[in-house]
Structures are given as C-alpha cells and as structure tokens.
C-alpha cells in the first residue's frame, strides 16, 4: 500500500524557517518524480516544487523560488522542503505528492501557521 | 503561466443528479489534465488524468472528456459519496497549476 506522511508542521514566526519531510512507503520511491502541494485555509490548492528521480532537476511556483528549498533523500525513502523566510501568506497545509505525471498518492498534509 | 477557470464554483444538486463541471485553460494542454476530488479536512484524490482516464477505483459514473482548452468532469447519478470539492489541474509544463475549485453541495 503506498503511504505518504508527512512531518515538520507547526507553528513559525515571521522571518522564520522550517523543514518539513516526507516519509514514503510501498512503492519504489527513487524511481518517481516527487511534488509539495500547499492549500491555505478555506481557499484552494497551489503547486510548490517538484524534485526529480535523482534530485537533479527541481521547479518552483514563483512566489516560493529563493526560499523553498525540495530535496530528496532516496535511501531514505524521503522527500523535504525546507521553508525560508516565512511569511503570513505561507500559511498552509503543506501535502506530498507522488508524481506520476498527475499526482496520484497524497500524503495527509502538515499545517505551517505563520504567526506572531 | 497557463491559468485555470473552473466553472461553476459553487453547484447545488440532489443524489440522482447528473453533473458536469467545466474546467478551462488560457492555452493549449494537449490531454494533460487531471481531476481531483476533496473532502473536508482530507487530501485531495485523484480521480481522472490525462483527461479521460479513470483511474484504478474510481467508480465508473465519474467521467472526463476534452482536449485542447476545454475539459468537463461528469458525475453520472450523483451519490451522497460525492458531495465534496473538485479541481482540475494541468501538467502541460511548469509551473503546474489548479483550477479554483468546484464546491457540489446538496441541495
């Protein structure tokens, strides 16, 4: 059974930063593209970041390039996302996404609340 | 930046119901689409890709058609299962984007 958890939520200061990580079971994780999806509260879903197989090639949505960071960690079956820099308007549950060109195994979302 | 527009956001209908939600883009995706259906306080679940496909477990009354810029989902027979929210979304290039969400509700 594919499972997706996710880890590294929580509550962060303005100007603050956070890793959040993703552990992957029953499927062959180095073997797929990997995505972060965000939804803010109450409003829709925005595509982050993807990573690549090896982690060689990774892409941003504008709004997060020079302060998210997507890595992997193939011998570890994990996916991150450091997150620099943070804002209000980050405030998000924070999902894993297998990719296999849609995205089709979600993890259960870790809440980032920016706030002081 | 391609962009999506779903339509409509929000759509009343009764179990029985046929339904159909229509999702556009500012240009050309080929068939790289996919639909996804959200409950509250759940992940979203992919539903159709490529435009038309099902994917493994979906029940057969979801269906996707299109190609181009225009694509529609249709629930055929609406069950009390599927009052939830839906988003389209292409994988056409980056970045990848959603639609803004359709809300079924009972009506």
């Known amino acids: 059974e594919v499972q997706l958890v996710e880890s590294g939520g929580g509550l962060v ?12 079971s029953g499927f062959e994780f180095p073997t797929y593209w990997m995505t972060w999806v965000r939804q803010s509260p109450g409003k829709g879903l925005e595509w982050v970041a993807n990573i690549k197989q090896d982690g060689t090639e990774k892409h941003y949505v504008d709004s997060v390039k020079g302060r998210f960071t997507i890595s992997r960690d193939n011998a570890k079956n994990s996916l991150y996302l450091q997150i620099n820099s943070l804002r209000a308007e980050d405030t998000a549950v924070y999902y894993c996404a297998r ?18 | 930046d391609i962009q999506m527009t779903q339509s409509p956001s929000t759509l009343s209908a009764s179990v029985g119901d046929r339904v159909t939600i229509t999702c556009r883009a500012s240009q050309s995706i080929g068939s790289w689409l996919a639909w996804y259906q959200q409950k509250p306080g ?16 979906v029940p ?25 929210t839906y988003y389209c979304q292409h994988y056409n290039n980056y970045p990848l984007s959603f639609g803004g969400g359709t809300k079924v509700e009972i009506k």
């Open chain 1, 13 to 24: 200061q303005p100007g603050g930063a956070l890793r959040l990580s993703c552990a992957a």
């Open chain 2, 42 to 57: 759940k992940a979203p679940k992919l539903l159709v890709y490529l435009a038309s496909s099902l994917q493994d477990g």
């Open chain 2, 60 to 84: 057969s009354r979801f269906s996707g058609s299109g190609s181009g810029t225009e694509f529609t989902l249709t629930i055929s027979g609406l069950q009390p299962d599927d009052f939830a």
């Open chain 1, 99 to 116: 990719r296999q060109w849609s995205l089709d195994y979600w993890g259960q979302g870790a809440l980032v609340i920016v706030s002081s």
